[in-house]
T-cell receptor, first 117, second 109 residues
Framework: GAGVSQTPSNKVTEKGKYVELRCDPI?????LYWYRQSLGQGPEFLIYFQGTGAADDSGLPNDRFFAVRPEGSVSTLKIQRTERGDSAVYLC???????????????FGPGTRLTVL | GQQVMQIPQYQHVQEGEDFTTYCNSS?????IQWYKQRPGGHPVFLIQ?????EVKKQKRLTFQFGEAKKNSSLHITATQTTDVGTYFCAGPRGNMLTFGGGTRLMVKP
């Protein structure tokens, strides 16, 4: 089976524009995570879905960021009024176990490189 | 909040030399995971440690979890050019993984 896929692979936008980033997790994985990775740093947690609901959105930096997972599979991360500081690689990961306390590995997608000019 | 620190930030080694990266958490961890990210790639899971004092080996890689479950290390014996990449440790906090800043390994052939 396929791994986690993300589209687009690269997105260049202008400051103030709206963008949507898509993640297609591994089939059957109920847990889905969004991370943001800046150059030279580790992934930074944004939001976690268990099924269709956002179980933890404490990592979203502000209300310009929003994510959905309406059918419990594909997820979309939405960024409004983009700023230059939003430029980063946005990584999606999925896992078959609901809680990281269970220690199951996370499978990462290739990421979307977002550049805000 | 929980912080996960890694040292060193960078390491250059000659092929065949050994390499070690250290991970320290500000809080006790239920488990720790290690990931490798090749240049231009995405993080790939290597291993998970759960028990206090646990040691696991994968070929030339040896992973340790400290007795207090607050620190961990990854040791690579006789590095090869294929080992190039950034190695991250990550610990659970609530529903998320907190990643360290990573150690970037560069290997000179």
């Amino acid at each position: 089976g396929a791994g986690v896929s993300q589209t687009p692979s690269n997105k260049v936008t202008e400051k103030g524009k709206y963008v949507e980033l898509r993640c297609d997790p591994i089939s059957g994985h109920t847990a889905l995570y969004w991370y943001r990775q800046s150059l030279g740093q580790g992934p930074e947690f944004l939001i976690y879905f268990q099924g269709t609901g956002a179980a933890d959105d404490s990592g979203l930096p502000n209300d310009r960021f929003f994510a959905v997972r309406p059918e419990g599979s594909v997820s979309t991360l939405k960024i409004q009024r983009t700023e230059r500081g939003d430029s980063a690689v946005y990584l999606c990961a999925s896992s078959s176990i609901a809680s990281v306390r269970g220690g199951d590995e996370q499978f990462f997608g290739p990421g979307t490189r977002l550049t805000v000019l | 909040g929980q912080q996960v620190m890694q040292i060193p930030q960078y390491q250059h080694v000659q092929e065949g030399e050994d390499f070690t990266t250290y991970c320290n958490s500000s809080t006790t961890l239920s488990n720790i995971q290690w990931y490798k990210q090749r240049p231009g790639g995405h993080p790939v899971f290597l291993i998970q440690l759960v028990k206090s004092g646990e040691v696991k080996k994968q070929k030339r890689l040896t992973f340790q979890f400290g007795e207090a479950k607050k620190n961990s290390s990854l040791h690579i014996t006789a590095t090869q050019t294929t080992d190039v990449g950034t190695y991250f440790c990550a610990g659970p906090r609530g529903n998320m993984l907190t990643f360290g800043g990573g150690t970037r390994l560069m290997v000179k052939p």
